[in-house]
């Protein structure tokens, strides 16, 4: 490459982020710029690429550079837009978009873009006039049809939603976007049935479409069909064991089926996918611990302390399982440690209480009645139990 030569380094930049490797790109492209600083397309390129990278601050300051260069560069203004909405500054972001289309009235990327973040600032009406007006130009354009009944959907509309993602799918049939909309928003208004019909029709056009079939699977479930349910999540992790999403929905029937073998079974796939998820970490130890495999369950939540030495949930459980295998004084030591980090934690108390009771240690769970309504005086449990010791002239104030 020769040096000073800005446009191959403008190319070569776009070629480095076209492949992910966005630090090369913003490098090659800053090099570009220092060259000539006025070079519209590397800025405008250095923007891209800084936004790709999540440095949506330096994106948005290369790009009004660009645009104070050229105030009306549609390319810059329309990659400023989205910036500023990534960046979550909205009002900016329309604002923006506003002006490109003061510039170019029919510029149908923009007024798209423009009603996209309408509905994400929660301005609906606006959204849905600014959609309607792309299909008053472009009667057939699906994307803007496609926008419009998500719009519609989440303005709780969904009956103009569905009529208006069924004429796109009446434009194109095998439109898979309005086809997994149209699938949503029947999910969403509680018609299970034809929710699973949508999105067999995209299995039947993609049959490994694994997404589809963990929509259908999760359907299922909420239809009360839970066979079917785990059937077509199973299909969905045959085409991709990965998927954490349908191991989760799976995960779920299995807990409210009390499938506990399946369950753990299941939860041992979704470690080997990210062995340090917690909540999945936790619930496996949950499950050896209903299933009576103590050891198994305390050495889980061994793994789960180490991920997150002071998470309560995970102590707590930890605890219990302990007091379960009759380990009370470890058992102890964790539960004050739960407390020490959320004093507020009453199930900690309550586990705590009992594992005292076990050990006789009897004026020490009296402390706990009294610490645990201090935590929470107005605690049901903890009250019936200082009632019961009044009663039986234990109590001490």
Do not use: C, H
């Given at each position: 490459i020769e040096p000073d030569n800005v446009r191959i380094l403008n190319e070569l930049g776009i070629s480095y982020r076209e492949n992910k490797q966005l630090d090369k790109a913003i490098e090659t492209l800053k090099k570009a710029i220092k060259i000539e600083p006025h070079a519209l397309p590397s800025l405008n390129e250095l923007g891209i690429s800084y936004r790709e990278n999540k440095q949506l601050d330096k994106a948005i300051e290369t790009l009004k550079k660009a645009i104070k260069i050229e105030p009306h560069a549609l390319p810059s203004l329309n990659e400023l837009g989205i910036s500023y909405r990534e960046n979550k500054q909205l009002d900016k972001a329309i604002e923006t978009w506003e002006k490109i289309i003061e510039i170019e009235p029919n510029d149908l990327a923009s007024i798209n873009e423009l009603g996209i973040t309408y509905r994400e600032d929660n301005h609906f009406d606006k959204a849905i006039e600014t959609f309607k007006k792309i299909v008053e130009i472009k009667p057939h354009d699906l994307a803007s049809l496609n926008q419009l009944g998500i719009t519609y959907r989440e303005n709780n509309?969904?009956?103009?939603?569905?009529?208006?993602?069924?004429?796109?799918?009446?434009?194109?049939?095998?439109?898979?976007?309005?086809?997994?909309?149209?699938?949503?928003?029947?999910?969403?208004?509680?018609?299970?049935?034809?929710?699973?019909?949508?999105?067999?029709?995209?299995?039947?056009?993609?049959?490994?479409?694994?997404?589809?079939?963990?929509?259908?699977?999760?359907?299922?479930?909420?239809?009360?069909?839970?066979?079917?349910?785990?059937?077509?999540?199973?299909?969905?992790?045959?085409?991709?064991?990965?998927?954490?999403?349908?191991?989760?929905?799976?995960?779920?029937?299995?807990?409210?089926?009390?499938?506990?073998?399946?369950?753990?079974?299941?939860?041992?796939?979704?470690?080997?996918?990210?062995?340090?998820?917690?909540?999945?970490?936790?619930?496996?130890?949950?499950?050896?611990?209903?299933?009576?495999?103590?050891?198994?369950?305390?050495?889980?939540?061994?793994?789960?302390?180490?991920?997150?030495?002071?998470?309560?949930?995970?102590?707590?459980?930890?605890g219990k399982t302990l007091c379960f295998n009759n380990s009370y004084q470890e058992a102890i030591s964790i539960l004050e440690n739960a407390i020490k980090i959320d004093p507020h934690n009453i199930q900690s108390y309550s586990i705590l209480y009992k594992a005292y009771i076990h050990e006789r240690n009897f004026s020490e769970s009296i402390n706990i009645v009294k610490r645990a309504l201090i935590a929470k005086p107005n605690d049901k449990k903890f009250l019936e139990i200082k009632h019961g010791l009044i009663k039986k002239k234990f109590w001490i104030e």
């Open positions: 509309q969904p009956d103009k939603a569905i009529e208006t993602l069924n004429k796109a799918i009446e434009i194109e049939p095998k439109d898979f976007r309005s086809l997994n909309e149209l699938g949503i928003t029947y999910r969403v208004n509680n018609q299970f049935n034809k929710a699973i019909e949508t999105w067999k029709k995209i299995v039947g056009i993609k049959p490994n479409d694994y997404i589809s079939l963990y929509l259908i699977g999760i359907t299922y479930r909420e239809n009360k069909q839970l066979d079917k349910a785990i059937e077509t999540l199973n299909k969905a992790i045959e085409i991709e064991p990965k998927d954490f999403r349908s191991l989760n929905a799976l995960r779920i029937i299995y807990r409210e089926n009390k499938q506990l073998d399946k369950l753990n079974e299941t939860l041992k796939k979704m470690i080997e996918i990210n062995p340090k998820d917690l909540a999945t970490v936790n619930e496996l130890g949950i499950t050896y611990r209903e299933n009576k495999q103590l050891d198994k369950a305390i050495e889980t939540f061994k793994k789960a302390i180490e991920i997150e030495p002071e998470n309560v949930l995970v102590l707590t459980e930890f």
